[in-house]
Each structure stands twice: as structure tokens, then as C-alpha cells.
């Protein structure tokens, strides 16, 4: 260890966090350094971040306030942190991760290695059939409220490393540097943004919410992805019951159920006959709902409570397929348009076709009428034409069916 340096950081930890920050891109901070601009003078750069974390001095600039839209509408404030400052949270964040990881539970997907959304999905679509009903609910603006104290309470229970207690420290209280340079302090939450922020937030609600389950709902299986969290019950008095006592729950630890994302859903299916108005809801990206399915074996029909795609995730892709501005695109070809859009086609799919795929045959015609468009514009012999120009798209698909991956994978959609 350098006699200078009042912490023993390994000088590795900045490369390795550079990399990482790297292949995560992003935008500039408050100080308008890109990620280009910070390598031109890597090495430099890098030792200036060791040199001054190692000596207690390293104190994080403002983050920076950037709204990006909800898919359910509004916006949500994500605080971007500059490049040096996001290598130096990914420092710490490699040290502190590993540490707190194996505390946590089976049943918190978030931000975690190893599992996924799409992990939640499942193991919500098996317990649906299992219990009737189903506890939905959403931390409101989690981020922006989790208590300083409590906060540090969990990282010092499972970290006594005083580099990392005085850098979490430090950038718990950066403030929020508006784009006309006022400064905003703040005395509560985690920066939605920065590398740190996830497994900070899932610390906090290990203790809040899935320790507190352990401890005092035992019987009630449960699944949280960060803020979103659902818990099945097997009557609706349950349910209630729960529900009380999560109010409760947050309330002490500062925090507060969203009203209008919280609710009980019954879960039903052919089997299940009781009426009720709520009996649908939408978890990461899925719409759980009772849906006619086929049974191979006696090939019958029969209702089942299963998820697809939700409607307002559909609209989603539909919106970013009009904003890529295909169909204008004449100086492209087809083979440049399969090039940029398969890697995004084949993200959509991969994910919100994971479960009942044929959900996403609207996404993969909207698509596809988009390509129609596109060749009307681009060849003179089909402008005016869209029933031959769609017939003409159909079968080169069956030809090709390589050539975009909806169309490798049979769920065209259709081009009509």
C-alpha cells in the first residue's frame, strides 16, 4: 500500500470499471465530458480518479436532471452522473456488490446477476395458477425517498470498508444541478442513473420488504423487480390483510404505496367463476389475464390465467417504429434496413415474445406495412400499388426468410 494513500484501492478496479462504463455508453454529465472526450487522456484520467478515492478527497459533482418518458406516460427524472463519477460508483460498486449479493433473497429479481425479468415472469405465470389471488403494488418514487439513515444502517451491517461507507456517503448527498446551473440539495434517495443506485435501492428494500416478508408473512410467496412487487394469496380477505400491513410497512420506513399501481387482482381463470372488476394486471412488460389456450393432448380449448405482451408496451414499439422513419428512407436498402432493425426486432421478440409470441403479430405487421410504405416510395413501379406491393413483400419472405427475423422465426404478421 502507498504510505500517501489513505485507502488501498486497487489502481485494476479503474481500468475494469472503465470498460464496464464503456460497453453501458450514456450521456455526459453536468461537466459535458462525453465518454470520447474522457479516453482521449485515459490513462491520465483514470489516475487522477485513483489518486484522489485513495486519498479520501474524491468528492462527486452534481448529477445532472434528464426526463425520459414512462411508457405508462409521464416522466421520470433519471440524475446522470458525469463519466468520472460513474467509473468511480462502478469502482466501489464491484467491491460492494459481491459483498451484499448472496444476502439477498431468491424471490428479488432486480438488478441482479444471473436473473431477469423474464425469470419474474415465469415464476409469477406458475404461481397464478396456484393461488387465486394476486397483491400487486408499486413503491411510489421510491428513488427519490429512501432514507439516508436507514440506508447506511444496511450498507454498514453488510460493508466495513471505510472507502466504500465514505464514498456511498458522499454520493447520497450529491446534489441535482439544473440545466441553468441552480443547485439542488438533497437529504433523501439515490440518484435514478447512477451505477451505484440499483443495488443501494435493493439493499434497502431486502430489509423493508423482503426480510419483513420472511419474518412475518412466511406463507405468502412473493416476487419484487425493484419497485414493482407482487404477492399471491389464496382469499381475498388475505389479500387485504396484506395490503393493510404493507401501508403500514412503508409508512414507517418513509415510503408509500402508489394508489393507482396498487391493487388486488383475482386471478381468473376457466376454473375460477367468481366475479369481480379487477381481473387483470401487468407486471414488467406483461398483461396477466384469463386467455383461451389449447390443450395438444385432448386438443380441446380452455381459458387459462396467462401473460403476453401488454397493450401499452405494444404501443411502445409501434411508436418507435414511426419515429425510426423507415418508411422515408429511399437511399436505404433492404439489406440496410434488416441490418439496423434485427437487433431490435429480435430484443422485442427474445423478450415480449417469450410467452404467447402470437401477441406480438400486431408489432411484426406494423413492421411490415412499414416496409410496404417504404417500397412504394423507393421503386416507381409500385408507387399506388399497395396490395401488389404487400403481396410482393409476402413472398419474398417465404424466399427469404433469413433475411429479417420475424420472418426466419414464421410470425410475420402479415403485410395487409
Not at 414512462?70 to 466501489?92: A, E, H, N, W
Not at 403494488?137 to 427519490?144: A, E, S
Not at 437487433?343 to 423478450?351: F, R, T, V
Request: net charge positive; aromatic share 12%.
Amino acid at each position: 500500500m502507498d504510505k500517501t494513500k489513505q485507502f488501498n484501492i486497487p489502481k485494476r478496479l479503474f481500468v475494469q470499471a472503465f470498460k464496464l462504463v464503456k460497453a453501458n455508453a450514456g450521456s455526459s454529465g453536468v461537466d459535458r465530458q462525453s465518454l470520447e472526450d474522457f479516453e482521449i487522456n485515459l490513462k491520465d484520467n483514470l489516475y487522477k480518479l485513483w489518486n484522489r478515492m485513495s486519498s479520501g478527497c474524491y468528492f462527486p459533482p452534481p448529477v445532472k436532471p434528464v426526463p425520459i418518458p414512462k411508457k405508462s406516460g409521464g416522466m421520470r427524472i433519471l440524475g446522470v452522473p458525469t463519466v468520472g463519477d460513474r467509473i468511480c460508483q462502478m469502482v466501489v460498486n464491484l467491491v460492494f456488490q459481491p459483498i451484499v449479493e448472496p444476502c439477498f433473497l431468491a424471490d428479488s429479481y432486480g438488478y441482479r446477476p444471473k436473473k431477469s425479468a423474464l425469470d419474474a415472469i415465469e415464476v409469477t405465470r406458475q404461481r397464478c395458477w396456484q393461488y387465486d389471488w394476486i397483491l400487486e403494488f408499486d413503491i411510489k418514487g421510491l428513488f427519490d425517498n429512501i432514507s439516508h439513515e436507514l440506508l447506511m444502517k444496511a450498507v454498514v451491517k453488510h460493508c466495513q470498508d471505510k472507502w466504500i461507507l465514505l464514498h456511498i456517503e458522499r454520493w447520497l448527498k450529491a446534489p441535482i444541478q439544473h440545466i441553468d446551473g441552480s443547485i439542488v440539495e438533497r437529504n433523501c434517495g439515490v440518484p435514478q442513473g447512477g451505477v451505484i443506485s440499483p443495488v443501494l435501492s435493493n439493499l434497502f428494500l431486502h430489509y423493508v420488504f423482503d426480510v419483513w416478508m420472511k419474518h412475518n408473512h412466511q406463507e405468502i410467496p412473493w416476487c419484487r423487480y425493484a419497485d414493482d412487487g407482487l404477492a399471491h394469496c389464496k382469499t381475498i380477505v388475505q389479500a387485504q390483510e396484506l395490503l393493510q400491513s404493507l401501508k403500514e410497512r412503508f409508512s414507517e420506513c418513509s415510503l408509500e404505496l402508489h394508489p393507482d399501481k396498487t391493487k388486488i387482482v383475482y386471478c381468473k381463470d376457466g376454473k375460477r367463476k367468481m366475479e369481480v372488476p379487477e381481473k387483470t394486471f401487468t407486471f414488467l412488460g406483461y398483461t396477466f389475464r384469463g386467455r383461451m389456450c389449447k390443450c395438444s393432448k385432448r386438443n380441446s380449448m380452455f381459458m387459462s390465467f396467462i401473460p403476453a405482451v401488454s397493450k401499452i408496451a405494444l404501443k411502445s414499439m409501434r411508436a418507435a417504429i414511426r419515429r425510426s422513419n423507415v418508411r422515408n428512407r429511399t437511399e436505404l436498402s433492404l439489406g440496410d434496413i434488416a441490418l439496423k432493425f434485427n437487433p431490435i426486432l429480435a430484443g422485442w421478440l427474445n423478450y415480449y415474445g417469450r410467452f404467447n409470441r402470437s401477441a406480438m403479430y400486431p408489432v411484426m405487421r406494423h413492421f411490415n406495412k412499414t416496409l410496404v410504405a417504404w417500397a412504394m416510395k423507393k421503386y416507381r413501379c409500385m408507387r399506388g400499388r399497395k396490395v401488389k406491393t404487400a403481396k410482393f413483400l409476402e413472398r419474398l419472405s417465404e424466399k427469404q426468410p433469413d433475411l429479417f427475423i420475424h420472418w426466419r422465426k414464421g410470425i410475420t404478421g402479415g403485410f395487409a
